[in-house]
């Protein structure tokens, strides 16, 4: 089975950096995704994960350590409209199935 | 640019009624997918579907049933609502490959059931 596990809610100040963890568990693992869900709306692809490491893409960075069992999203320089969830996703193996952490829900004030 | 577009948008059912979500993308994606969204639970998927006419069984499946009869089009069935279906569903797609290509999801659909 599979088991993710992330902070259900946090702080930040606008302009600043927060980084928002996620622990996984799985017996097979086929990459991590990072998706943004405003209240209300659709989830939203942010990022994409399969070897250790750092993506960058703008204001936003993932990291990943398979053996750690470890990812962590960074947002930089935010903006009040990155007030959302950040929904940290496995993708199974031989499928494209994918198991969906509870979501952190991130509050950004002025 | 439509990506993938559900309907209705909200529903408000009573207890043993039945009635049929559509889903629908324009961006030639081979799989398909419905979850459901609870407060407090990450989106758990339903059914899903890897091309025209096959569909299969997701981690929630009892009580809907499902069809792609188009290539385009998924639907979601509930023969007799119950007040546990209550809950936001959202549809997706995506492409066989590369794998790491994203799900695109819907707006989603908000079904109460009284």
């Known amino acids: 089975g599979q088991n993710i596990d992330q902070p259900t809610e946090m702080t930040a100040t606008e302009g600043a950096i927060v980084q928002i963890n996620c622990t996984y568990q799985t017996s097979g693992f086929n990459g991590l995704f990072w998706y943004q869900q405003h209240a209300g709306e659709a989830p939203t692809f942010l990022s994409y994960?399969?070897?250790?490491g750092l993506e960058e893409k703008g204001r936003f960075s993932s990291f990943l350590s398979r053996s750690k069992g470890y990812s962590y999203l960074l947002l930089k320089e935010l903006q009040m409209k990155d007030s959302a969830s950040y929904l940290c996703?496995?993708?199974?193996?031989?499928?494209?199935?994918?198991?969906f952490g509870t979501g952190t829900r991130l509050l950004v004030s002025p | 640019n439509a990506g993938v577009t559900q309907t209705p948008k909200f529903r408000v059912l009573k207890t043993g009624q039945s009635m049929t979500l559509l889903c629908a993308q324009d961006m030639n994606h081979e799989y398909m997918y419905w979850y459901r969204q609870d407060p407090g639970m990450g989106l758990r998927l339903i059914h899903y579907?890897?091309?025209?006419?096959?569909?299969a069984k997701g981690e929630v499946p009892d009580g809907y049933n499902v069809s792609r009869l188009k290539k385009q089009n998924f639907l979601l069935g509930l023969e007799s609502a119950a007040p546990s279906q209550t809950s936001v569903y959202f549809c997706?797609?995506?492409?066989?490959?590369?794998?790491?290509?994203?799900?695109?999801f819907g707006d989603g659909t908000r079904l109460s059931i009284l």
């Open positions: 997706a797609s995506s492409q066989r490959s590369p794998s790491n290509q994203p799900q695109h």
């Open positions: 994960n399969v070897l250790d």
């Open positions: 996703v496995l993708r199974d193996t031989g499928f494209q199935k994918l198991v």
């Open positions: 579907s890897v091309g025209e006419g096959t569909t």
